[in-house]
């Protein structure tokens, strides 16, 4: 009786995933356009022609129309059943990790948001602040509220000062705004001293592709984004592992 309930919830959650998955794939699009993400209705990006509602269903309308347009069978991105299955997974796995707590709401659109602003990024070398800021603002809402905000001032402000030191050093701008917002999110939602595990591990995750692309440049918030979520996963573990590091 209770493993049918848990499979139920969990079809339920990742149903919710998929249905704020294909929300992303509109805000990614319109978001760095400046266009409404509300009206108009969504419509094929080659023939211009309105989709009817059946046309909307996350993933399964993808994969019903074997992935082209049902007026002009353009072949349609790859990056909507994408975004929509991996959000289904994010909050299958939230859920997982936190259980039907009044909070893993909040916590699942901090990092749907945070997705955007890595699709967007990697797309556009740009973060547009308001979907940063609703990221912060999902991952303010905990138990322990005072402590995230505190943890999320305490980051950011922390980051904004080593980004001037830098800059001072470098003779040039070294971090932007947008990484500052984001700090804010993971002081929020992974605290202290997870957020400097988080920190390093985004500068490991980073390394490589730095290098490789260093004339062209790397947006660096997927990678802050991935390190965020991956210790927010593993919390005590990077606990652990830090207090290993520092005391042997």
Not at 31 to 53: D, G, H, N, R, Y
Not at 88 to 95: D, R, S
Request: aromatic share 16%.
């Amino acid at each position: 009786m209770q493993e049918n309930l848990l499979i139920e919830i969990m079809v339920i959650v990742f149903i919710f995933g998929l249905l704020i998955g294909s929300f992303l794939n509109v805000v990614i699009y319109r978001v760095p356009k400046s266009e409404s993400i509300a009206f108009p209705a969504s419509k094929c990006q080659s023939c211009q022609t309105s989709l009817k509602w059946y046309h909307n269903i996350p993933l399964f309308s993808w994969l019903f129309l074997r992935g082209k347009c049902a007026f002009c069978a353009t072949p349609i991105s790859k990056q909507y059943p994408f975004i929509e299955f991996f959000t289904g997974m994010l909050f299958l796995i939230l859920y997982l990790k936190l259980g039907w707590v009044w909070y893993l709401p909040f916590v699942a659109l901090s990092f749907a948001s945070l997705l955007a602003l890595v699709m967007i990024d990697f797309k556009y070398m740009a973060v547009p602040d308001n979907i940063n800021f609703i990221a912060l603002l999902f991952a303010l809402i905990q138990p322990n509220f005072l402590d995230a905000m505190m943890y999320g001032a305490i980051a950011s402000v922390g980051l904004y000062l080593i980004g001037l030191f830098s800059s001072f050093i470098a003779r040039r701008e070294a971090m932007g705004g947008a990484d500052v917002i984001v700090a804010g999110t993971m002081g929020a939602l992974l605290g202290f001293p997870n957020f400097f595990v988080a920190i390093f591990l985004s500068a490991i995750l980073a390394m490589i592709p730095a290098i490789i692309w260093r004339e062209k440049g790397v947006p660096f918030v997927p990678f802050l984004a991935l390190a965020t979520f991956i210790v927010y996963l593993y919390n005590s573990e990077a606990t652990q592992l830090l207090e290993r590091i520092i005391y042997g």
